[in-house]
């Protein structure tokens, strides 16, 4: 099976821009995550969709949102971009079958810089 | 609530020598504990998992023991190479009513010098 990718792998933006992040889980998979990491921060959880639905949602700004198509990947939007934005953004997706034990398992991220 | 604390280093060790990197969570409810690493400049990757108490996950010489009565989840390995040097995550998950719900600690950064 193939993994989850992620698309673009880098993205330079200027403050104020707006910017869309693509995602495709692994085929199967019902959950994608995002997660943002700053070197200062760390591994910051974002938000969840499962089933077209945003389903647990981390403390950022309405400036994130993101949805979820009914093929399971998933995009994220950042609008008017500010300079703390710049970090690796994570999807991960798992099963989601009801059960505890799935594993959550990562894209190789989008490193957006913002200037 | 549920979390999750790990020591963030960085730990530096020389190659061959013995690793400890520890792992002690709060939780409501029954967790699975997971190990990730990551790698420079890509994502994480599952290294090892345990989702009942005393179950031991292991991969590439890696180990961790699921402790319930010490709420604990040490990775430890033997004898480290220089190509072990990451960062490693440790992680539980719990079935909360939104479904499976992700903690992550915060990273410990591993450096083995040759």
């Known amino acids: 099976k193939a993994g989850v990718t992620q698309t673009p792998r880098y993205l330079i933006k200027t403050r104020g821009q707006q910017v869309t992040l693509s995602c495709s889980p692994i085929?199967?998979?019902?959950?994608v995550s995002w997660y943002q990491q700053t070197p200062g921060q760390g591994l910051q959880f974002l938000f969840e969709?499962?089933?077209?639905?945003?389903?647990n949602k981390g403390n950022f700004p309405g400036r994130f949102s993101g949805r979820q198509f009914s093929n399971s990947r998933s995009e994220m939007n950042v609008s008017t971009l500010e300079l703390g934005d710049s970090a690796l953004y994570l999807c991960?997706?798992?099963?989601?079958?009801?059960?505890?034990?799935?594993?959550?398992?990562f894209g190789p991220g989008t490193r957006l810089l913002v200037l | 609530g549920n979390s999750v604390t790990q020591m963030e280093g960085p730990v530096t060790l020389s190659e061959e020598a013995f690793l400890t990197i520890n792992c002690t969570y709060t939780?409501?409810?029954?967790?699975?504990l997971f190990w990730y690493v990551q790698y420079p400049g890509e994502g994480l990757q599952l290294l090892l998992k345990?989702?009942?108490?005393?179950d031991k996950g292991s991969n590439k010489g890696f180990e961790a023991t699921y402790r319930k009565e010490t709420t604990s989840f040490h990775l430890e390995k033997g004898s480290v190479q220089v190509s072990d040097s990451a960062v490693y995550f440790c992680?539980?998950?719990?079935?909360?009513?939104?479904?499976?719900?992700?903690?992550f600690g915060p990273g410990t950064r591993l450096s083995v010098l040759p």
């Open positions: 991960a997706s798992s099963a989601a079958g009801g059960y505890n034990q799935e594993t959550q398992y």
């Open positions: 085929s199967g998979h019902r959950s």
């Open positions: 969709y499962f089933s077209e639905t945003q389903r």
């Open positions: 939780a409501t409810g029954y967790p699975s």
């Open positions: 345990a989702t009942k108490a005393d």
């Open positions: 992680a539980l998950s719990v079935l909360d009513n939104y479904g499976q719900n992700f903690v």
